[in-house]
């Protein structure tokens, strides 16, 4: 039997802090004075009242968390929190449709970045501030799920990573997940305020910079302008650029960065691969618009490290249209939407590190044909991976395929073309935002059917989540006993 | 070091071998007396000269095979064959290029049934026999390598088969490869001779009845007709179902009816799955064509069938065009060109087999996170699965999916659109024929630039002999020692 009221009280908690940060947008709302005020404060009391109650019926509740109880939680706070969060959005009429305001709100919350509106700069400044806080708390949530909460359960990329680093015990941060969850939140919080001082050093107002500093990252990627970044100068691009890489990189490597253990960075294969990765991609895409396309060198740099940058690590900002470019560099582009960056950051997707266990599984493969008796186990980093280790990215990648594929079936029968319902499912599920055909960059998701948008809703939790926390509660197994 | 010697000599007989099926085509021109007789038998010298030396100087090396031997045999055979098969295309003066011809060539050896051909009917009959033949060795080649000789290196369709035999000894059909390949293709030309009478008997003439039986036991995909089989009676396209059914089960089956255990065949897990994803997705089709489209009924379902038979079952053939079905139903039939029909049987591409094992991992998953310290081994027909069949099983799938997309990268590179390119991979990798797009069911591969063909070829040619055989050749460990 689950401990609901356990789950209740947690829930509750989870509520009252998100009208705190309600209370907050209404603040931004009535700083400026937009007529949107109402809408928050009424969202945030709907918020509390309910959240105080069951904060204060189980307060007595014991701590203990059980497996079991742990997926209902996580799976259900981001619905919780979407279907609460929409409020703002609704009430104020910005959004008034449900269906659309609980996409954007999930989408928020996922770090996702799809956005339902088509004029972004018509939105009151506290329907903007809320919109990019979706993105904060859903960073927040996502780096102690992937690294402390996750792991506990025996899955998630992060405990592929502590795999890897199986015998390294101090790449482990601290074994409590209290203590963990407050120094990554400093880390996040830190990265947020670098990134917001350096875009105002270029310029960019308090108020918009502190918006893109949350989307970056928490690897969001909701603008407060209508053409994302592409309007802004080429040192705001760069700094945007620098932060995502952050945002794609395992947390854990600015706590070695903070201890002074930089050679422990570079040690990280994760890492490299990733750099290497966007290297390569940059320079295809960096060649082909300069060199055959007879753009400026510089601009075309940009431009392709940007948009590498911005879809590897799932973040979805934009400062061209891929998809009106060379069809090879938009087929390239729809590949790194299943890429996903380092395992402990707050992108989404499958992420390098179970690339690379399949990856060298695939090599070992070979040996093992031409040495058949030899017993060669999978080794990454000189370490031996469990074949449970093994069996679990498979489950993982097999499991992502295949809702992928079934996903973009789903939207293809509500009426979307076979490249715009390839291109929306991919990228809800790595969490990206920008997808391709009528989904791209330059578009949004407004005009997708409704069943379509609970579609991808569904899509965006479920990649957020890792597929299994969510679909586990749907498993006999998970209910027997 | 290799044994070249024996090597040669293999390639000999193969060449002496294919000098006599060139010989039987220019006997078809004679019959006919269109004027392509000479091209036949200058091939065949062709053949016959190399061929007959190597088998005869080397004629003393001793049969014994090494492991290693067999994967350059096996990676050389399919494409000797198609560099001499191509000779009466371009000496007759029907495909000129060379390109084209080796394209038409190995596309027909390694039954995947893609043509350049634009006007088929005005081919003359020594031609389109011959064109027909490279089906039905590639067709017999393959029936030996997947049940015989893959297994026999430790991988391949049926060595997936007999690990979930495991312990049912019977299942296995005769130890020895000799014996094992002469009763499948006793099987083999029963299937071909009975399917002949009965499109006889529908009024097909004696040539292309022969013909299309070839292309549909082989899982070719090559007619003599330019809409393939849609001119044909109704009657007609139900035996061909029937018969592209047959080819796509396991041929292991057939003995077992022939031995009169029945019951067998309908307890192979595989083959119940294999019907059960043919009559969902049929009954899926069939229900969008005549429902919502307002087709006559039968029409519907005939249509419906035969196009899912067909692609399941990687022949190719087609009564309809379904690129210009609503899009979830094209996306549906896309992705079936990554199902694959049983192992064991003549079909390509992934196989049943393998996504039931992929599929079965993925539920284990669900059972191990609700009790993450039980052992729970994964099982298929309550028999466990070695771990290093599952890795078998994941590196493959991973591989096929890795190369895909580079191939169809490659092809956009070159100059196709991203739907013609990801359907043209696809559907080459798992030997079927029609893709998408350009090379949709009523297109064909002309217009596809040079260096597209070649990486198709390259792409048949992996697919055919399920990658690693080939793969394994460009591998350092192969050539280290």
Chains 1, 2 share one sequence.
Not at 332 to 342: D, I, R, T
Not at 343 to 352: D, E, F, Q, R, V
């Amino acid at each position: 039997m689950l401990n609901f009221r356990f789950i209740a009280k947690v829930l509750g908690h989870i509520l009252v802090a998100l009208s705190l940060f309600l209370f907050a947008s209404a603040g931004v709302s009535l700083l400026y004075g937009e007529g949107d005020f109402y809408a928050h404060i009424f969202s945030a009391l709907v918020c509390l009242v309910p959240g105080g109650i069951a904060s204060w019926v189980w307060r007595k509740v014991p701590k203990e968390i059980g497996r079991r109880e742990g997926f209902v939680i996580v799976s259900t706070v981001w619905v919780i929190m979407s279907l609460f969060g929409c409020l703002p959005y609704i009430l104020s009429g910005t959004i008034p449709n449900f269906t659309n305001a609980f996409f954007e709100t999930i989408s928020g919350f996922t770090t996702t970045g799809a956005s339902v509106v088509s004029d972004i700069e018509s939105l009151p400044h506290g329907i903007l501030f809320w919109r990019s806080i979706t993105h904060f708390i859903g960073g927040m949530g996502i780096i102690v799920l992937a690294v402390a909460i996750l792991p506990y359960f025996g899955f998630g990329g992060m405990s592929l990573y502590n795999a890897e680093a199986a015998g390294i015990s101090n790449d482990k941060l601290h074994p409590r997940i209290k203590q963990t969850a407050k120094l990554l939140w400093r880390i996040y919080l830190v990265l947020i305020g670098a990134e917001t001082i350096f875009l105002m050093l270029g310029g960019m107002p308090l108020f918009d910079a502190l918006c893109h500093s949350f989307a970056t990252i928490a690897s969001g990627g909701f603008s407060t302008q209508n053409d994302s970044i592409a309007g802004y100068s080429p040192y705001i691009q760069y700094i945007v650029i620098v932060f995502m890489l952050f945002a794609g990189t395992n947390f854990t490597l600015f706590y070695f960065v903070w201890k002074g253990n930089i050679s422990r960075v570079f040690e990280n294969r994760e890492f490299r691969v990733y750099l290497t990765v966007i290297a390569v991609i940059t320079a295809i895409v960096t060649f082909t618009l300069a060199i055959l396309d007879h753009h400026e060198g510089e601009e075309s740099f940009r431009t392709a490290l940007f948009q590498v940058v911005s879809l590897i690590t799932s973040t979805g900002f934009a400062t061209a249209d891929y998809t009106a470019w060379h069809p090879y560099l938009t087929y390239l582009m729809f590949l790194l939407l299943f890429s996903g960056a380092c395992a402990g950051s707050t992108s989404g997707g499958i992420k390098i590190m179970r690339h690379g266990i399949l990856f060298r599984n695939t090599l070992q493969e070979f040996k093992r044909m031409v040495h058949p008796h030899a017993v060669i186990p999978l080794r990454i980093n000189g370490k031996p991976i469990a074949s449970d280790v093994v069996y679990k990215v498979l489950a993982f990648v097999m499991l992502y395929m295949t809702i992928f594929s079934l996903g973009a079936f789903g939207l293809t029968v509500v009426g979307m073309d076979m490249d715009s319902a390839m291109g929306a499912a991919a990228t809800t599920m790595g969490g990206i935002g920008p997808g391709l055909g009528t989904v791209g960059p330059v578009d949004n998701y407004f005009a997708v059917p409704q069943a379509g948008k609970w579609i991808l809703s569904f899509l965006m939790l479920l990649g957020r989540l890792e597929l299994f926390t969510v679909l586990i509660l749907f498993s006999p197994h998970f209910w027997k006993k």
